[in-house]
């Protein structure tokens, strides 16, 4: 059975958080990894109610450094210390992302330097490749230094259990040559590995923030299975308000998952002018992309 990728997310809003939406910020479990994807205000409060422990996080990506997505993050960095934390905490960011965290650093007090933070600036690229996932990124389109995110489990040859009962072959170390594809001697049979082999296929999860549409975009998310992307706006808003203020429409981001291809969308960053009426977005949206959720917060989809 293939390990699950949960994703919750924690706050669904843009700019001014309502009742209803908190700031920008999504935690991605996958393994041993919490992975924090942008730290909007109170993003801490949305783990307690979520029922998460903050503690938790491995790892955090900024998509960019407006206030939406960051202010959360003394906060957050002043709890871990409270508590304790004892890991290194791995902070990727776009262009600027050291200084800034340097920044947020002091607002934390001097205290803050018992943390152990590796701050890493990216553009493009593979950014951390682990055996079994990488993350990758690309420079978005918006009024500062941006990126969007793709998290990608990777590819994997895995035993098929109910081959292994049928020929009662027991629980041992030779099981890891079986899974290398390699003929192993059990019982005083040949037993061949690469007849009990089934492929997992790869799964990805793509973050598409703040941004202006951009091919870039659609790159990133090409063919992922759930593609998160911001939709702040309405069809109905002009395409000068739009790009004055660097963000998607609804079916904007409903064409980046059509050209990319991917699997599902989850429309996040709504304008609190939607507050009490997400399904203008999610219709716009699903006119042309059909498998298209705009979810609320603390909601989580595993995949
Ligand atoms: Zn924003
Ligand atoms: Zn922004």
Redesign the pocket.
């Known amino acids: 059975m293939a390990e699950r990728i949960e994703l919750t997310f924690l706050g669904t809003g843009?700019?001014i958080p309502t009742s209803r939406r908190n700031h920008?910020a999504m935690l991605l479990k996958y393994k041993g990894e919490n992975i924090l994807v942008d730290c909007g205000e109170g993003t801490q409060r949305q783990f307690r109610k979520a029922g998460i422990n903050p503690c938790k996080i491995t790892k955090i990506l900024i998509s960019h450094w407006?206030g939406?997505?960051v202010f959360g993050l003394p906060g957050i960095l002043n709890t871990l210390r409270l508590n304790g934390y004892n890991r290194k905490l791995e902070i990727y960011g776009p262009e600027g992302s050291k200084e800034w965290v340097r920044k947020y650093l002091d607002l934390v007090g001097r205290r803050g330097t018992d943390l152990d933070l590796k701050v890493v600036e990216v553009s493009s690229g593979v950014i951390i490749n682990d055996e079994d996932f990488f993350v990758e990124c690309e420079e978005m389109d918006h009024d500062c230094p941006a990126v969007g995110y793709s998290f990608v489990v990777k590819e994997k040859m895995r035993l098929d259990k109910d081959k292994l009962v049928k020929l009662k072959i027991p629980n041992s170390p030779l099981l890891a040559e079986l899974a290398k594809g390699k003929v192993v001697e059990i019982g005083g049979k040949k037993v061949d590995g690469k007849k009990l082999l089934y492929k997992e296929e790869a799964r990805k999860v793509s973050f598409v923030?703040?941004t202006r549409m951009n091919e870039n975009a659609v790159n990133l998310a090409k063919g992922a299975d759930l593609l998160v992307c911001?939709a702040?706006f309405s069809k109905e808003e002009s395409s000068e308000l739009l790009g004055e203020r660097a963000h998607l429409s609804s079916v904007e981001a409903a064409g980046i998952a059509k050209k990319a291809g991917v699997k599902s969308l989850a429309l996040v960053?709504l304008s609190q002018r939607y507050e009490g009426i997400p399904k203008i977005i999610l219709g716009e949206a699903r006119e042309v992309f059909e498998d298209v959720i705009v979810p609320e917060d603390l909601e989580s989809v595993e995949l």
């Open positions: 843009s700019a920008p407006h939406d997505h923030m703040d911001e702040t960053h």
